[in-house]
Nanobody, 123 residues
Framework: QVQLVESGGGLVQRGDSLRLSCAAS????????MGWFRQAPGKEREFVAA????????YYADSVKGRFTISRDSAKNTVYLQMNSLKPEDTAVYYC????????????????WGQGTQVTVSS
């Protein structure tokens, strides 16, 4: 089992930045791909970003491309999501995910999930 703990959420204004962190622990978390999903009220969970286990390749949803950056520090077993130029439509609970398989944009394919951290962007 991999345990994931997110932090860094909060209330910000349009155009502000936030950095989310996700600390992983447990079974060989460093060998997993990691990523972020988000869920806004009344909507399904959607893919935000993912990074391969070696940190070389990254993937983004079109809605965040150019504004969000995912990175990982394997020594610390931590993945980050730097969010710039935030918009009210980015408001959601953000979930950290990990999995030993291939990266997909399908929520059900990710094995481990954190509890989530709330990000609220006011206009």
């Amino acid at each position: 089992q991999v345990q994931l703990v997110e932090s860094g959420g909060g209330l910000v204004q349009r155009g502000d930045s936030l950095r989310l962190s996700c600390a992983a622990s447990g079974r060989t978390s460093s060998s997993d791909a990691m990523g972020w999903f988000r869920q806004a009220p009344g909507k399904e969970r959607e893919f935000v970003a993912a990074i391969t286990r070696n940190g070389i390749s990254t993937y983004y949803a079109d809605s965040v491309k150019g504004r969000f950056t995912i990175s990982r520090d394997s020594a610390k077993n931590t993945v980050y999501l730097q969010m710039n130029s935030l918009k009210p439509e980015d408001t959601a609970v953000y979930y950290c995910v990990s999995d030993g398989g291939i990266i997909t944009k399908i929520a059900a394919s990710w094995r481990s999930w954190g509890q989530g951290t709330q990000v609220t962007v006011s206009s």
